[in-house]
T-cell receptor
Framework: DAGITQSPRYKITETGRQVTLMCHQT?????MFWYRQDLGHGLRLIYY???????DKGEVPDGYVVSRSKTENFPLTLESATRSQTSVYFCASGGQGYTEAFFGQGTRLTVV | KQEVTQIPAALSVPEGENLVLNCSFTDSAIYNLQWFRQDPGKGLTSLLL?????REQTSGRLNASLDKSSGRSTLYIAASQPGDSATYLC??????????FGTGTRLTVIP
């Protein structure tokens, strides 16, 4: 299916475990983003990527790692999950220039 | 740092009413502004994108305006329907790498 998909949709993990959230887009958009959404904070940028093999930090990058070996995939890894990382995570993509951003359905992550 | 504010945080209106949602931002140096809709437990659906050089955009019953110099945008919804009930988010783009989001207006349209 065309679009942007995230997996899993829901995840429960334990404190200290590593967990990876997946994001895949079929538009060949240059830019991809990871946001987290928390009550009272709205959406905040974690990391973004301008192209394959080019990534950079956003507003709240601590505790997260990203990679982008292929244009269509942008996984987000929590190296050692903490309860403060309980959140809803959204992946987004957009084309070159200042174009429209499209979002995935989100991953609800609970760290216990 | 860019700050985006949406007022009111929640709004209830009877079906059929026209309504306006407000978005303000502190730094007028933006490239564009995007309005999104978010249904409970779902992702963000793009509604309208207004480039900084534009004053308004329309899609069906939705009309978004942008006054960059005053740091304001409005989303006008005509003849509201219960299916319009959702949270509406505005976001401003300050560079290729980021959108700054407001915390949203939760709209309830009462049948």
């Amino acid at each position: 299916d065309a679009g942007i998909t995230q997996s899993p949709r829901y995840k429960i993990t334990e404190t200290g475990r590593q967990v990876t959230l997946m994001c895949h887009q079929t538009w060949s958009h240059s830019y991809m983003f990871w946001y987290r959404q928390d009550l009272g904070h709205g959406l905040r940028l974690i990391y973004y990527s301008a192209a394959a093999d080019i990534t950079d930090k956003g507003e709240v990058p601590d505790g997260y790692v990203v990679s982008r070996s292929k244009t269509e995939n942008f996984p987000l890894t929590l190296e050692s999950a903490t309860r403060s990382q309980t959140s809803v995570y959204f992946c987004a993509s957009g084309g070159q220039g200042y174009t429209e951003a499209f979002f995935g359905q989100g991953t609800r992550l609970t760290v216990v | 740092k860019q700050e985006v504010t949406q007022i009111p945080a929640a709004l209830s209106v009877p079906e059929g009413e026209n309504l306006v949602l407000n978005c303000s931002f502190t730094d007028s140096a933006i490239y564009n502004l995007q309005w999104f809709r978010q249904d409970p437990g779902k992702g963000l659906t793009s509604l309208l994108l207004i480039q900084s050089s534009q004053r308004e955009q329309t899609s069906g019953r939705l009309n978004a305006s942008l006054d960059k110099s005053s740091g304001r945008s409005t989303l006008y919804i005509a003849a509201s329907q219960p299916g319009d009930s959702a949270t509406y988010l505005c976001a401003v783009r300050t560079g290729a790498n980021n959108l700054f989001f407001g915390t949203g207006t939760r709209l309830t349209v009462i049948p």
